[in-house]
């Protein structure tokens, strides 16, 4: 029993040996096989997204050749150019928006010239003819002619406003003023094209941005208190009048002006449009001594001059109605 225990014993183990060691020696064999195989597939990859990622940018590098009736074709075909070697004259009337004591109203006119159908220059320029706001009317009925301070002068209320309230004609005699302006501009209209009514009605439109120093013409209550003339009579000489105390004078504020227009061309030389124009800068619109006095000079001085001028950022709407010389118009091929 033993021998043959021993040789089921030696045979099992010389099989099973043997089977291993075969085992071992295909997985050796096979191991660089599959190694070279893998780095055959990483490279065919590797050259194989190369050649897509240059092939479409060759396709998209190539130019789209159409065929057909619109083969060659100009993207736009007798585009009538309204601006292009012309001269437009324009009348127009402006007017201030959001004004607190007196709004402005601005005939004027806008006189241009186009060296390109996108580019030129003009001179824009009006008068001002004022009209007050409720405020200013609030303050005459009430402030003025209702206290009377020309026979109170000497009544407390009127003395706490001696110096900000005239006792005559608030408008006329202390309320700042837009007389005129003037202002060289250059103009660009970068979006041009047509609207178009119920689809049967066609019109030619554009839209200018300007921009260029503008010059205006201000009147504004004149300077008074510290050293010069006063501001207010003396209460205690019983004064009726104040009209050498209220005065008004002129000044010229040079200021940024900026803006943008819509334009209609319903015919070849004839045109109008709307635009906003921006017109900020510093004055003093009623005429009160609002700053001067404190530490930072925040608080009324009993003085009227330049630091009572306060930033306004002036607005106007203009409507307009354009001529173009010569009247014949170019176009495109």
């Known amino acids: 029993m033993g021998p043959t225990r ?17 085992r071992f020696d295909f997985r050796r064999e096979a191991w660089p096989e599959a190694r070279r195989t893998s780095r055959r597939g990483l490279v065919a990859g590797t050259f194989a997204a190369l050649a897509i990622t240059v092939a479409a940018g060759s396709a998209s590098a190539q130019e789209i050749q159409l065929t057909g009736p619109l083969a060659g074709a100009l993207p736009v075909r007798n585009q009538r150019l309204h601006r292009e070697g012309r001269f437009e004259l324009a009348p127009s009337v402006s007017f201030s928006l959001l004004d607190e004591y007196e709004r402005t109203i601005m005939p004027g006119a806008t006189l241009s010239y186009y060296f390109t159908d996108w580019i030129g220059v003009s001179v824009w320029g009006g008068f001002g003819i004022q009209y007050t706001t409720n405020l200013s009317d609030e303050l005459q009925d009430k402030a003025i002619n209702g206290r009377n301070c020309k026979a109170n002068t000497t009544s407390k209320s009127c003395r706490l406003t001696a110096v900000n309230l005239t006792r005559g004609n608030l408008a ?10 003037v202002a060289p501009q250059l103009t660009v209209v970068p979006f041009r094209g047509k609207l178009s009514l119920f689809s049967s009605i066609f019109v030619d439109t554009d839209v200018n941005v300007f921009a260029g120093p503008a010059f205006v013409g201000l009147k504004e209550r004149s300077d008074c208190g510290g050293t010069g003339k006063p501001c207010a009579p003396d209460p205690s000489l019983n004064e009726s009048q104040d009209a050498a105390y209220f005065t008004t004078t002129g000044r010229v504020a040079v200021a940024p002006t900026f803006g943008l227009g819509l334009n209609f ?11 906003f124009r921006a017109l900020p800068f510093s004055w003093n619109t009623s005429g009160f001594d609002n700053h001067g006095g404190g530490a930072n000079g925040d ?27 010569p009247t014949s118009i170019k176009t495109t091929p």
């Open 6 to 22: 021993t040789t089921a014993t030696t045979y099992e183990t010389l099989t099973t040996g043997k089977w291993m060691k075969r």
């Open 172 to 181: 006329d005699q202390q309320l700042g003023k837009m007389q005129w302006a």
């Open 265 to 275: 061309y319903p015919s070849s030389f004839l045109g109008f449009g709307v635009a």
């Open 299 to 325: 608080f009324p001085d009993n003085a009227v001059n330049s630091s009572d001028h306060e930033f306004h950022f002036n607005t106007l709407l203009t409507l307009n109605l354009a001529i173009q010389l």
